[in-house]
């Protein structure tokens, strides 16, 4: 099982900032993707930004699209703890952000499971 505590979320003017934490703990792989996705209400939850990480590979990085060099995702392995730094926030960011990790078994990129935090709310105001 795999614990995720997420903070930093709340409300914020447009064009401001704010920075996601997600702390994990328990059985998290050598080789795991871990990052933050998104959702409103009536819409699928979306990909913001992950991180896949190997003992055997650089970091591998993906954003969704709409990000477009607003926000910046990051780890300390260490910690097991990944950030999501956003700036220049839209109204239309607003949404409950999941911190997520999934578990790899090989170099294939094949996912054991899939864990999910219990969100945080982004509210941006115009």
């Known amino acids: 099982q795999v614990q995720l505590v997420e903070s930093g979320g709340g409300l914020v003017e447009a064009g401001g900032s704010l920075i996601?934490?997600?702390?994990?703990?328990?059985?998290?792989?050598?080789?795991?993707?871990?990052?933050?996705?998104?959702q409103v209400p009536g819409k699928q939850r979306e990909l913001v930004a992950n991180i896949k990480n190997s003992d055997r590979m650089?970091?591998?990085?993906n954003y969704g699209d709409f990000v477009k060099g607003r926000f910046t995702i990051s780890k300390d392995n260490a910690r097991n703890t990944v950030y999501l730094q956003m700036n220049m926030l839209k109204p239309e960011d607003t949404a409950v952000y999941f911190c997520n990790v999934k578990n790899a078994r090989d170099e294939l990129w094949m996912f054991v499971d899939d864990?999910?935090?219990?969100?945080?709310?982004?509210?941006v105001s115009s």
Request: with cysteine; hydrophobic share 35%; glycine share 12%.
């Open 115 to 123: 864990y999910w935090g219990q969100g945080t709310q982004v509210t």
């Open 58 to 61: 650089r970091d591998s990085i």
């Open 20 to 38: 996601l934490s997600c702390v994990a703990s328990g059985r998290i792989f050598s080789r795991n993707a871990m990052g933050w996705y998104r």
